[in-house]
Nanobody, 123 residues
Framework: QVQVQESGGGLVQAGGSLSVSCAIS????????MGWFRQTPGKEHEFVGSINWIGTTAYADSVRGRFTISRDNAKNAVFLQMNSLKPEDTAVYYC?????????????????WGQGTQVTVSS
């Protein structure tokens, strides 16, 4: 059974940096694509970025150039590094597993989700 555990996040001032990590256990991580989404109260999941099985990344326009996604297949982990944070980046951030080598921008394409971690950026 595949399990997902997130860690990181927190509170930072605008312009600062935070990172979120996602550890996956119980599956063949190297063959999974991973996605990062965020959600604010009353809104649907917003695509942040994704990484496919060979490390090719894709980003939302709102975060491109500020956020970086990486993966370490030896550690069964994926990382979201967030720089130059803005107050509008405040959200609960989720990592998600897609049982495919290829990533997607659609939340419905992801089968398993982490518990979410809060990221708050103060102005």
């Amino acid at each position: 059974q595949v399990q997902v555990q997130e860690s990181g996040g927190g509170l930072v001032q605008a312009g600062g940096s935070l990172s979120v990590s996602c550890a996956i256990s119980g599956g063949t991580f190297s063959s999974f694509a991973m996605g990062w989404f965020r959600q604010t109260p009353g809104k649907e999941h917003e695509f942040v970025g994704s990484i496919n099985w060979i490390g090719t990344t894709a980003y939302a326009d709102s975060v491109r150039g500020r956020f970086t996604i990486s993966r370490d297949n030896a550690k069964n982990a994926v990382f979201l590094q967030m720089n130059s944070l803005k107050p509008e980046d405040t959200a609960v951030y989720y990592c998600a597993v897609r049982y495919s080598k290829y990533s997607s921008r659609e939340d419905n394409d992801y089968a398993l989700w982490g518990q979410g971690t809060q990221v708050t950026v103060s102005s």
